[in-house]
């Protein structure tokens, strides 16, 4: 098997670390935590399963505080998971039965199961959710990005094996992590592209058809329903704060 380092990114993630980590040993010898400043003891209990802990405070954003911990994995091929993500028998089987440099890839893609209060539905856009977890840091990176950094990289391979993500805990929990929203509307903000006043309604219908009926959510129900809904309500968010803050902004320039 492949030598693997573990790498998740935390912030009061103790309900969550322990079983993360356990998870990722089942495949590394190796993890790094990159806390932001934690105050309900995830520093500790991810000590006491055996990772090197660094404090990076303030945060960085998304993609700068992953990168931050890649200088201190031990091997060149990293899993990097986010604390409610969990490794599926498959995705072990995988890992363990191939030869990662024998691949020719730098990045290896594998699908993700998505919770919502504990129900999986492969509707709206939840499923397959091709993700980028399993690379070689010496050959790719993280995009410096504030809000939902990916791993860049040359060359890739997409594999059906699975991870499992406990997205949201309940629907208010899936409409409280809108506020991503805000850090995505800053990048946006600074990326020097157009911002005009009808992108917020046009982003966000589409986005919620897109979900709704494209990807098939009517089909999950209430599920189905709400998940789109918060879909189109967060891409409304992310471009109407993006044209809010490229306002103020000029303001305070003039």
Request: charged share 25%.
């Amino acid at each position: 098997m492949t030598p693997i380092s573990g790498l998740v990114i935390t912030l009061n993630e103790a309900h969550n670390i322990t079983d993360c980590i356990r998870s990722m040993k089942r495949i590394c010898d190796d993890i790094v935590v990159v806390d932001s400043g934690s105050t309900d003891g995830t520093i500790e209990l991810a000590r006491e399963q055996g990772a090197l802990v660094i404090v990076q405070k303030p945060f960085l954003g998304d993609g700068p505080q992953r990168s931050l911990g890649l200088p201190h994995c031990r091997h060149q091929w990293v899993l990097n998971l986010d604390a409610d993500e969990r490794l599926e028998d498959d995705f072990v089987d995988y890992v363990k039965k191939t030869d990662l440099d024998a691949l020719g890839v730098d990045l290896v893609e594998t699908r993700r199961h998505n919770l919502l209060g504990g129900r999986f539905t492969p509707y709206a856009g939840q499923y397959p959710d091709y993700v980028k977890r399993l690379f070689n840091r010496t050959q790719a990176d993280f995009k410096p990005v504030v809000a939902h950094s990916h791993v860049e990289a040359n060359s890739s391979i997409k594999v059906p094996v699975h991870i499992t993500h406990y997205s949201y805990r309940d629907y208010p929990d899936l409409v409280a992590k809108s506020r991503y929203s805000g850090w995505l509307a800053k990048d946006l903000a600074e990326s020097g592209k157009p911002l005009h006043a009808w992108q917020p309604i046009l982003h966000g219908s589409w986005a919620f058809i897109r979900h709704y009926l494209v990807q098939a959510g009517f089909l999950a129900g209430l599920d189905g329903l709400t998940i789109s809904l918060c879909k189109g309500m967060s891409s409304y968010l992310k471009y109407a704060h993006a044209i809010e803050l490229r306002r103020n902004r000029k303001k305070e320039e003039s």
